[in-house]
T-cell receptor, first 114, second 114 residues
Framework: DGGITQSPKYLFRKEGQNVTLSCEQN?????MYWYRQDPGQGLRLIYY???????QKGDIAEGYSVSREKKESFPLTVTSAQKNPTAFYLC????FGQGSNEQYFGPGTRLTVT | AQSVTQLGSHVSVSEGALVLLRCNYS??????LFWYVQYPNQGLQLLLK??????LVKGINGFEAEFKKSETSFHLTKPSAHMSDAAEYFC????????????FGAGTRLFVKA
């Protein structure tokens, strides 16, 4: 089955530690995205990548980093510089160049930092 | 700049009643419009999308939405609510020039009473 996988489902970390969230897709999509979701705020774009070895900052990139070494993988690192990292993180992908940019989402990772 | 406004963070209906979730958008060019559904602790799933073919769009699970350019609206409806419809619903917009970036509304949580 084609789709997007995110692991782990739940992640707990101590304040001051960096943590990496995994996102893998087997849809052969060019574009991948990371969103952060907080209650009542919808989805906010952290980073996106349209092609391997290239990525751009979204609206709330501070305190986060990404890499895109392979087409199917787009890991997100939440660094200790992110002041309020506890949130639900969603990864998505789409066919780059398709006009509607319909996005397919993974199941999400809930990160709790204490 | 694009934007999306969802009227009402919470909507409550009785089982069997009409569901109406409101969405207004702002875009300088004719947009692509989407409705996504999210069940607790899961990713987003596409319900339906408008890509200019027909103004009345039918989606999964009996939902439909009508694009009204004069009102800049894309409201989601379902004639008869079911308990399984209880979830959070997101309206989203992407424009035909941007291609890669989608703007999401803040979401509307739908409650269905027995």
């Amino acid at each position: 089955d084609g789709g997007i996988t995110q692991s782990p489902k739940y992640l707990f970390r101590k304040e001051g530690q960096n943590v990496t969230l995994s996102c893998e897709q087997n849809l052969n999509h060019d574009a991948m995205y990371w969103y952060r979701q907080d209650p009542g705020q919808g989805l906010r774009l952290i980073y996106y990548s349209q092609i391997v070895n290239d990525f751009q900052k979204g609206d709330i990139a501070e305190g986060y980093s990404v890499s895109r070494e392979k087409k199917e993988s787009f890991p997100l690192t939440v660094t200790s510089a992110q002041k309020n990292p506890t949130a639900f993180y969603l990864c998505a992908s789409s066919i780059f160049g398709q006009g509607s940019n319909e996005q397919y989402f993974g199941p999400g990772t809930r990160l709790t930092v204490t | 700049a694009q934007s999306v406004t969802q009227l009402g963070s919470h909507v409550s209906v009785s089982e069997g009643a009409l569901v109406l979730l409101r969405c207004n958008y702002s875009s300088s060019v004719p947009p692509y419009l989407f409705w996504y559904v999210q069940y607790p602790n899961q990713g987003l799933q596409l319900l339906l999308k408008y890509t200019s073919a027909a103004t009345l769009v039918k989606g999964i699970n009996g939902f439909e939405a009508e694009f009204k350019k004069s009102e800049t609206s894309f409201h989601l409806t379902k004639p008869s609510a079911h308990m399984s419809d209880a979830a959070e619903y997101f309206c989203a917009v992407s424009d035909r020039t941007g291609g890669f970036k989608t703007i999401f509304g803040a979401g509307t949580r739908l409650f269905v009473k027995a």
